[in-house]
T-cell receptor, first 115, second 113 residues
Framework: NAGVMQNPRHLVRRRGQEARLRCSPM?????VYWYRQLPEEGLKFMVY????????ESGMPKERFSAEFPKEGPSILRIQQVVRGDSAAYFC?????????????FGDGTRLSIL | AQSVSQHNHHVILSEAASLELGCNYS??????LFWYVQYPGQHLQLLLK??????LVKGIKGFEAEFIKSKFSFNLRKPSVQWSDTAEYFC???????????FGTGTSLTVIP
């Protein structure tokens, strides 16, 4: 049973470009979470999605960031007009049910570097 | 605001030493608690979890944690560490009414052979 798959593992972008990060949840999981980990910090929640719905985006920056989880295909975290401060590791997690009491299974993360 | 504190940022131990990593959270209601481990270059893996019942929880690889509600703590312990326990350890909390995990900043453990 494949785990949570994230790609790419490493992504390099120049300031002003767009970054698209993909996450395929574990088989049977319909709940996806995105986290960001800045250097020397813990993971910070960004957004929680179910298929075709954003449930909680309270951790998402108000501008330039968006997320989707379409009916078919992976969840996408999109960062427009990237800036140096966006450099971080972005982790996706999935679970079978909502977050209440359910362990989340994490992907290996995408390390985004902004030149 | 909800927060999770891990007071030990870096811990260095010799093999066979005992380990205790602190975790405190700030939310006063009912919570579920987790410890995750991240080995170098790998994704986070669940070590153990507490939902309810016996506050002493046993996890994989000989780890255990004790939930002390009065102290808002969920410390991770292992009686005798091994070199292979070298990793980053994260405490996480979720409120029983919430959608999101709150993670601590992590504790980097280095075990010296």
């Amino acid at each position: 049973n494949a785990g949570v798959m994230q790609n790419p593992r490493h992504l390099v972008r120049r300031r002003g470009q767009e970054a698209r990060l993909r996450c395929s949840p574990m088989k049977g999981h319909s709940h996806v979470y995105w986290y960001r980990q800045l250097p020397e910090e813990g993971l910070k929640f960004m957004v929680y999605l179910q298929k075709e719905n954003i449930i909680d985006e309270s951790g998402m920056p108000k501008e330039r960031f968006s997320a989707e989880f379409p009916k078919e295909g992976p969840s996408i975290l999109r960062i427009q007009q990237v800036v140096r401060g966006d450099s971080a590791a972005y982790f996706c997690a999935s679970s079978t049910q909502g977050a209440l009491g359910q362990p989340q299974h994490f992907g290996d993360g995408t390390r985004l570097s902004i030149l | 605001a909800q927060s999770v504190s891990q007071h030990n940022h870096h811990v260095i131990l010799s093999e066979a030493a005992s380990l205790e990593l602190g975790c405190n959270y700030s939310y006063g209601g009912t919570v579920n608690l987790f410890w995750y481990v991240q080995y170098p270059g790998q994704h986070l893996q669940l070590l153990l979890k507490y939902f309810s019942g016996d506050p002493l929880v046993k996890g994989i690889k000989g780890f255990e944690a004790e939930f002390i509600k009065s102290k808002f703590s969920f410390n991770l312990r292992k009686p005798s560490v091994q070199w292979s326990d070298t990793a980053e350890y994260f405490c996480a909390v979720i409120r029983n009414t919430g959608n999101q995990f709150y993670f601590g900043t992590g504790t980097s453990l280095t075990v010296i052979p």
